[in-house]
């Protein structure tokens, strides 16, 4: 994988992580052999942990999923382990994710597949946008400034604007983004987009205000 030559620093790139006939292949089984939720805009189906939203770990209570035979060749081979998580999903024209980080709690590495039609991915830090055209049959990894300190979009549209002026219409699009579990606290410390650090200033306001109280407490009773 290279490093692509912008900012954010940190996207890993590989072009043709597989051919034109494998990804027809697999679109036809994404098409006529899954079972999908039944609901307007992006869906997801989930392989491997599910993430506990309650523990921000990954939930001990649902049964690992296995990868089916189709999923098995598209895994990344350059990280120490298979990622503990999978997630294919679906992007109708028109749809697209908000803004967001991926939890830096619970997951370290990232990768992203793209599959089908092309769409733009934006990543922004503060005032700061960066368009990233996803190309299928692309992989891409997000590490580093790209992963910790820059939140990353699809924008909900039914076309996307190329830098050359060119209207391009949106066409179906599936993604397989795969994570691994993080071993050890993110130590990041960035307050607006590190869930760890959140959680550590949450916890340090609190021991403030219960000392304040305390304080407090101690200049009445004297
Ligand atoms: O669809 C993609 O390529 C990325 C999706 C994404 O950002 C996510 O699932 O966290
Ligand atoms: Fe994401």
Not at 96 to 119: C, E, K, N
Not at 204 to 211: A, G, H, W
Request: net charge negative; with cysteine; glycine share 6%.
């Amino acid at each position: 994988m290279e490093e692509l030559p912008i900012e954010p620093k940190g996207i890993l790139w590989q072009n043709d992580f597989i051919d034109a006939e494998h990804e027809a292949r697999l679109i036809s089984i994404f098409l006529n052999e899954l079972e999908w939720p039944d609901r307007p805009g992006r869906i997801s189906l989930h392989y491997g942990y599910t993430f506990d939203y309650k523990t921000f770990g990954l939930d001990p209570d649902i049964p690992y999923k296995e990868f089916p035979d189709w999923l098995k060749p598209l895994i990344p081979t350059t990280e120490s382990r298979p990622p503990e998580q999978v997630c294919l999903q679906y992007y109708p024209p028109g749809s697209g994710i908000p803004p967001h980080t991926d939890a830096h709690m619970a997951y370290d590495q990232l990768y992203a597949l793209s599959l089908g039609a092309p769409t733009i991915m934006q990543f922004r830090q503060g005032e700061r946008r960066v368009d990233v055209d996803l190309m299928p049959r692309s992989m891409m990894q997000m590490t580093g400034d790209s992963r910790l300190h820059w939140t990353h979009s699809i924008k909900k549209r039914k076309t996307d604007t190329l830098k050359d002026g060119t209207v391009r219409l949106r066409e179906n699009r599936w993604s397989i983004t795969y994570r691994w579990a993080r071993e050890g606290d993110c130590e990041c410390g960035n307050v607006d987009l590190c869930d760890v650090a959140q959680r550590r200033l949450g916890v340090e306001k609190e021991k403030r205000s219960v000392k304040q109280l305390a304080e407090k407490a101690e200049e009445t009773s004297s």
